[in-house]
Antibody, heavy 119, light 108 residues
Framework: QLQLQESGPGLVKPSETLSLTCTVS??????????WGWIRQPPGKGLEWIGS???????DYNPSLKSRVTISVDTSKNQFSLKLTSVTAADTAVYYC???????????WGQGTTVTVSS | SYELTQPPSVSVSPGQTVRITCSGD??????AYWYQQKPGQAPVLVIH???ERPSGIPERFSGSSSGTTVTLTVSGVQAEDEADYYC???????????FGGGTKLTVL
């Protein structure tokens, strides 16, 4: 059974870069069935799709975040990663990774990791 | 940028039926998905491809689509259904996915 787990620093300073990794277990990140996505949720607010990546490196990003976001994949480690540059307090959120495809939407989610932007 | 519009909140008595709508111009073009999120938990997919229910999701959850609006229906609401519900779909290009603002379902 496919499982996803986010990892990374829980505290990032303003203007620095947020970096998170999602480790996939129970299946291969090179599967043609899935894209691999990142989603975030600020405290008390709704879900925001950040972007997604296919195993071959093809990416799609939320237009509102595109200038600051990079998503990459490491098939050798069965992981994909998120980098968000020039963070501010507005980037404080729970960050989730999830599978993504046209048939099932986002049907497998990680548990989420809280990232706080503060000096 | 593309938006999906949901009512902020709905309320219903146990055993009744509630419908949550989601509107967006590109909904006739792309499937919609619905997620349930309880406090402190990751979202759970309850409807995919507009109206299909994943295994393990109770039959009281159903979805439908008509033009630029999709609807999540919960029939015979139970106390455990109290949660936030989010619709999701893609913009016209299909390259950017979007969530609706979420609807808080309160069971009276």
């Amino acid at each position: 059974q496919l499982q996803l787990q986010e990892s990374g620093p829980g505290l990032v300073k303003p203007s620095e870069t947020l970096s998170l990794t999602c480790t996939v277990s129970g299946g291969s990140i090179s599967s043609i069935s899935y894209y691999w996505g990142w989603i975030r949720q600020p405290p008390g607010k709704g879900l925001e799709w950040i972007g997604s990546i296919y195993y071959n490196g093809s990416t799609d990003y939320n237009p509102s975040l595109k200038s600051r976001v990079t998503i990459s994949v490491d098939t050798s480690k069965n992981q994909f990663s998120l980098k968000l540059t020039s963070v501010t307090a507005a980037d404080t959120a729970v960050y989730y990774c999830a599978t993504q495809n046209w048939a099932y939407g986002m049907d497998v989610w990680g548990q989420g990791t809280t990232v706080t932007v503060s000096s | 940028s593309y938006e999906l519009t949901q009512p902020p909140s709905v309320s219903v008595s146990p055993g009744q039926t509630v419908r949550i709508t989601c509107s967006g111009d590109a909904l006739p073009k792309h499937y919609a998905y619905w997620y349930q999120q309880k406090p402190g938990q990751a979202p759970v997919l309850v409807i995919h491809k507009d109206s299909e229910r994943p295994s393990g999701i109770p039959e009281r959850f159903s979805g439908s689509s008509s033009g630029t609006t999709v609807t999540l229906t919960v029939s015979g609401v139970q106390a455990e259904d109290e949660a936030d519900y989010y619709c999701q779909s893609a913009d016209n290009s299909g390259s950017s996915w979007v969530f609706g603002g979420g609807t808080k379902l309160t069971v009276l």
